[in-house]
């Protein structure tokens, strides 16, 4: 039973450009959630998604930043016109259930943009 | 708004000792609560949980305390060893949302 799938590991984007990052959760897992840990600072919520639908969007940024999780495929998190801030690693987790149990986390990406 | 907060950025203990990590949050709310151990380039592993309905939950050296008055979680491991050091992080979910993480604690164990 493979964990939870990020890929890339490491992407390059220069500014202005986009960056799509991906997540296959783990297997019977229906609930995705996206962090991001910026240099020297802990977990950052972005969104919680179950499959087709964005429960929670609370920690994403109002512009740039997309999130969605289709019925057949992997969660996507992309930002658009990339600027320095956004680099840090983005981690996906998925969990089985809605809250009570433990989300289980995938290695992260590390967007850099240069 | 950090809900959940961990306090201390580092701590350092000597191998064989015991170490407390320390967790607080505000919203009493949530109902379960998580620690991760997270170690550099790689992804947070889960490491133990404990429902609301408990004050304590313990796998093998690790213990986790909650004190639901004082809003405080702990987690006790005991021997701690060097390949315990690593980065900390306690979270806490209400049922049915998701998970707020504190900022960690960096623990090194030294031999």
């Known amino acids: 039973n493979a964990g939870v799938m990020q890929n890339p590991r490491h992407l390059v984007r220069r500014r202005g450009q986009e960056a799509r990052l991906r997540c296959s959760p783990m297997?019977?897992?229906?609930?995705v959630y996206w962090y991001r840990q910026l240099p020297e600072e802990g977990l950052k919520f972005m969104v919680y998604l179950q499959k087709e639908n964005i429960i929670d969007e609370s920690g994403m940024p109002k512009e740039r930043f997309s999130a969605e999780f289709p019925k057949e495929g992997p969660s996507i998190l992309r930002i658009q016109q990339v600027v320095r801030g956004d680099s840090a690693a983005y981690f996906c987790?998925?969990?089985?259930?809605?809250?009570?149990?433990?989300?289980?986390f995938g290695q992260g990406t590390r967007l850099t943009v240069v | 708004d950090q809900q959940v907060k961990q306090n201390s950025p580092s701590l350092s203990v000597q191998e064989g000792r015991i170490s407390i990590l320390n967790c607080d949050y505000t919203n009493s709310m949530f109902d379960y609560f998580l620690w991760y151990k997270k170690y550099p380039a790689e992804g947070p592993t889960f490491l133990i949980s404990?429902?609301?309905?408990?004050d304590k939950n313990e796998d093998g050296r690790f213990t986790v305390f909650l004190n639901k008055s004082a809003k405080h979680l702990s987690l006790h491991i005991v021997p701690s060893q060097p390949g315990d050091s690593a980065v900390y992080f306690c979270?806490?979910?209400?049922?049915?949302?998701?998970?707020?993480f504190g900022t960690g604690t960096s623990l090194t164990v030294i031999p």
């Open positions: 987790a998925s969990s089985a259930e809605q809250g009570g149990t433990e989300a289980f």
């Open positions: 404990i429902s609301s309905i408990k």
């Open positions: 979270a806490a979910s209400i049922t049915g949302n998701q998970f707020y």
């Open positions: 297997k019977g897992h229906s609930h």
